[in-house]
């Protein structure tokens, strides 16, 4: 257990010192060849340079690498939660399913339980407030004055064969990098995958190289789960965009987000708690998937390869670069 700002702070501070230099708000939306290396390219303007890592969670770039074939995206919940009682210290998780996390934390100068778990597959048709029930469920059964305090909840990338991608991002594209797929250990993996990248670049061996080599060519261990993501897949671009919606525009209540058929054509809609209308086109700016309605967090999801955007269209995660068509009357 450490302070992860304190952490990040530290990377940044050696960066600066050291001459690098950090551009936020600054969303890269293409990467291309230049004669010295890459550019890549945001709504403000490009950064030339030798190297490219592409660091961005699920991969903005679909071809070459075909990232969008071998990994998907998986949400899990958090609730922190205080009790008078003594509390544990430390950090736990058990071996069997579902999978549960246990640690301390402090909140100013009180010690809180934070209880994690509970994953799904992005975008899963499935009753989102149930997750934080179970979580609850945990922690009154550890301390029966557990009182919930926080509720969050996040994404993380998955790989079919749970070994996160580090190296070469594709043979057909020198000097470009990937580090994806950590499977809900980020601080642990980024520190791996940054010695990894950093030592193929300044051409030193790193032994755990071939462990999470990005390009490896491996017969798919996880077939299952390889046929349910292309079962999903194809329901998504193709199948659900056949389907009538069951609903009317008339139907939805303030609050809820629906698919409705609107002149022929489907249209998602949110009517907010003022009864406001807003209006998208259900398809995913990445690769063309039918989006699902979260209720639970008022968006629009992927179930293909996890990107979400909120009920104005606007992009907020991954692998999608672009907001949603927006449906004008």
């Given amino acids: ?21 950090i551009y936020e708000k600054s969303k890269v939306i293409s990467i291309r060849k230049d004669t010295s290396g890459y550019k890549s390219y945001t709504d403000n303007g490009a950064v030339k340079s030798k190297y490219v890592v592409i660091a961005t969670h699920y991969p903005i770039i679909n071809i070459p690498g075909f990232y969008f074939l071998k990994m998907y995206q998986e949400k899990s919940y958090v609730i922190g939660i205080e009790t008078n009682k003594k ?20 909140d100013g100068e009180k010690d809180i339980i934070l209880v994690g778990g509970m994953e799904h597959k992005v975008g899963a048709k499935i009753e989102l407030e149930d997750a934080y029930k179970e979580l609850e469920k ?13 509720k969050w909840n996040t994404q993380d ?5 749970k070994i996160p991608y580090v190296g070469e991002f594709s043979e057909l594209m020198q000097n470009v990098y990937v580090a994806t797929g950590f499977k809900k250990w980020g601080m642990t993996t980024s520190n791996v995958a940054a010695n990894i990248i950093a030592d193929r670049i300044l051409e030193k061996e790193n032994k755990y190289a071939e462990i999470f080599k990005s390009t490896r060519l491996q017969p798919i261990k996880n077939r299952w789960e390889f046929g349910e993501m292309l079962k999903e897949t194809a329901n998504s671009l193709v199948i659900n965009k056949f389907k009538e919606p069951e609903e009317e525009l008339e ?11 609107i002149k022929n054509e489907k249209v998602g809609v949110y009517k907010d708690e003022e ?21 639970l967090e008022k ?29 004008l009357d």
Avoid at 90 to 100: A, L, T
Avoid at 251 to 261: H, S
Avoid at 303 to 322: N, V
């Fill in 1 to 21: 257990m450490f302070n992860i700002r304190k952490y990040v702070k530290g990377l940044v501070d050696t960066i600066i010192k050291n001459n690098g230099i």
């Fill in 87 to 106: 509390l544990f210290q430390g950090m736990y998780i058990n071996s069997e399913s579902p999978k549960i996390s246990l640690r301390t934390a402090k």
């Fill in 138 to 150: 945990v922690a009154k059964e550890m301390y029966e004055d557990a009182k919930i305090i926080y």
């Fill in 157 to 161: 990338c998955i790989t079919l064969d």
């Fill in 251 to 261: 139907d939805i209540e303030c609050g809820q987000g629906k698919i409705v058929k």
């Fill in 275 to 295: 009864g406001k209308i807003y209006k998208i086109k259900p398809i995913c700016s990445h690769l063309g998937c039918e989006l699902s309605w979260n209720d």
């Fill in 299 to 327: 968006t629009w999801d992927c179930p293909c390869h996890g990107s979400r955007f909120d009920y104005k269209g606007h992009q907020i995660y991954g692998p999608a670069i672009k907001d949603l068509d927006i449906e």
